[in-house]
């Protein structure tokens, strides 16, 4: 598993690459699971979770018996409405709503297909259904996008430290959206994720002059 530890005013962000849209971070002494799913890691050999955030009820994003695996009891899940319907305990969010839970501050923002659709007049996700989520560690803000393309909500990120954004085909985005978000709100490093066999050479090929905005490509197919 890779890993890549970021330093905060309050001590270090470790963040474990896990696959596909699937993340570990953590930081504080706390651990928090992203769209934990059993197909990108063995979550018995993993740590538990005191957080859980899930963006979505899709299968490659919200897998029962994954979170079945690192829950404990105090463990808090945060979830979209869908999500908060399979597991009734979870606190829902929808798009626009913010709390914070366990000492973290979570931001839920919109994230929806505009342009690409499973049948005319159909997206693959409807606006107002999945979160993405803004995380505040210590001073450092993580956007986790979930599935989206770049919907213009997104220019009202602010101060995004860090962003892992979706960029395949046909369900989220093209490297040349891709680079349209980062473009809006320009976070300081640009993690593509979710991104199946898409070139992620094209997205830094794309965004080669932006030299506040630094690209790290890992395992995230």
Do not use: C, W
Request: glycine share 6%; no cysteine; proline share 7%.
């Amino acid at each position: 598993m890779e890993t890549d530890t970021i330093k905060t005013a309050q001590g270090d962000l470790v963040i474990t690459f896990l696959g596909h849209a699937t993340l570990m971070v953590t930081f504080g002494g706390k651990t928090v699971h992203v769209d934990p799913v059993s197909a990108e890691a063995d979550y018995t050999r993993l740590p538990a979770a005191d957080l859980i955030l899930i963006s979505h009820d899709h299968h490659d994003h919200l897998d029962l018996e994954a979170v079945k695996l690192i829950r404990k009891p105090e463990t808090k899940i945060v979830g979209n409405p869908d999500a908060g319907r399979q597991i009734p305990e979870a606190i829902v969010l929808k798009n626009g709503e913010s709390q914070t839970v366990d000492g973290f501050k979570i931001e839920a923002v919109p994230a929806y297909n505009i342009r690409h659709e499973m049948s005319p007049g159909v997206p693959f996700h409807p606006r107002g259904i999945g979160n993405g989520y803004v995380v505040t560690f210590g001073d450092k803000r993580v956007y986790f996008a979930g599935d989206t393309e770049n919907v213009p909500e997104m220019k009202q990120l602010l101060d995004i430290d860090i962003a892992f954004l979706p960029m395949n085909l046909p369900y989220t985005m093209t490297p040349e959206m891709t680079a349209d978000a980062a473009l809006m709100f320009r976070p300081k490093i640009l993690y593509p994720y979710h991104y199946g066999e898409t070139d992620t050479a094209r997205l830094s090929a794309l965004l080669k002059d932006e030299k506040d905005i630094e690209i790290r490509v890992r395992k995230m197919k």
